[in-house]
């Protein structure tokens, strides 16, 4: 049953190259098992998203009483369980066949409530020794984070479309190609939020519009095309991984449990801010990769 399961959980995976190991084996697949459960019970990937943001808000508010480490541990069983659940809605939505990019961006919104949550729940225990500055701190680390996410997901999502060959998740190459989804509030709403964090990813990228055009070219082209992802995995899927390292939601979500556990979330407020410097040597190695990616077809 474990490796019928397991055997699943890789039949529901768009792209191994772009998933981290604890994603295949835990969040993954847990996250299956509650897919399935939601199919059986006719949710739609929204309502199980709306679940985990409801769990993981009550695991963020739980970290403020830090002194008790029970209540800290419920705290941070509830984040976890928010994040499995937060996998398993985009793989209910692939089940039944209701992936949208709406559903996607819904599913980034939550996943950044629940992260508020943590840090407002996490801080508040420090008012008394800070003051009000920790707020600054965690708007601080809160931000840094944000940065360093839409970075990571802006190379996982070039990865699946050059590689993967699928226009899920792709990035326009400018905003003002980001149209509404509706005309309701919530997707006006979802069309700021959006379009703000595609203007953080392409701002802070080191791929110009030029060479993403050019990418793309080549990786649809027939002559190129096997050539190119062969290439671009070589450069790019070790570099994938330092990435999720500094930049994932797992380590930002791991690191806070821990320090939240240790009842010094401050430190790990400090931590998070101060470990954005990483990514210079790691921008500064994608851009160097990118462009022997392009010299190679360049000489041909």
């Not at 002194?67 to 937060?86: E, H, K, Q, R, Y």
């Not at 050539?227 to 995995?233: A, L, P, V």
């Amino acid at each position: 049953m474990f490796k019928k399961h397991l055997e699943e959980v890789y039949g529901s995976i768009k792209l191994i190259d772009i998933e981290e190991r604890f994603d295949i084996y835990f969040s993954r697949f847990f996250g299956l098992y509650f897919a399935k459960i939601g199919r059986y019970y006719k949710l739609t990937p929204t309502q199980v998203s709306l679940v985990s943001l409801f769990v993981g808000v009550v695991g963020g508010i739980l970290l403020y009483y830090q002194n008790d480490v029970w209540i800290v541990g419920t705290g941070s069983f509830l984040i976890v369980l928010a994040g499995v659940l937060d996998s398993s809605d985009g793989q209910l939505a692939r089940m039944t066949g209701q992936s949208s990019d709406l559903g996607r961006i819904i599913d980034g919104v939550i996943d950044n409530f629940v992260f508020v949550a943590v840090y407002l729940g996490g801080s508040f225990f420090f008012l008394d020794s800070y003051g009000w500055w920790i707020f600054g701190l965690a708007a601080a680390a809160g931000y840094t984070q944000s940065l360093k996410s839409a970075l990571y997901e802006f190379y996982k999502s070039e990865y699946l479309q050059l590689v993967g060959k699928t226009t899920t998740g792709h990035i326009p190459l400018s905003v003002d190609e980001i149209e509404p989804g509706g005309k309701k509030w919530y997707h006006k709403f979802l069309h700021v939020v959006y379009k703000d964090y595609t203007a953080k990813q392409l701002a802070y990228t080191t791929r110009t519009k030029e060479w993403r055009k050019t990418a793309i070219e080549l990786s649809q082209d027939e002559q190129t095309s096997d050539t190119f992802d062969s290439n671009y995995r070589k450069l790019n899927n070790p570099l994938l991984t330092w990435w999720a390292l500094v930049c994932g939601t797992n380590t930002h979500r791991t690191a806070a449990i821990v320090f939240a556990m240790m009842a010094r979330f401050d430190l790990f407020l400090w931590a998070s801010t101060i470990w954005t410097i990483a990514l210079i040597p790691i921008s500064i190695s994608q851009k160097i990769r990118d462009r022997k990616l392009l010299e190679a077809f360049e000489k041909n």
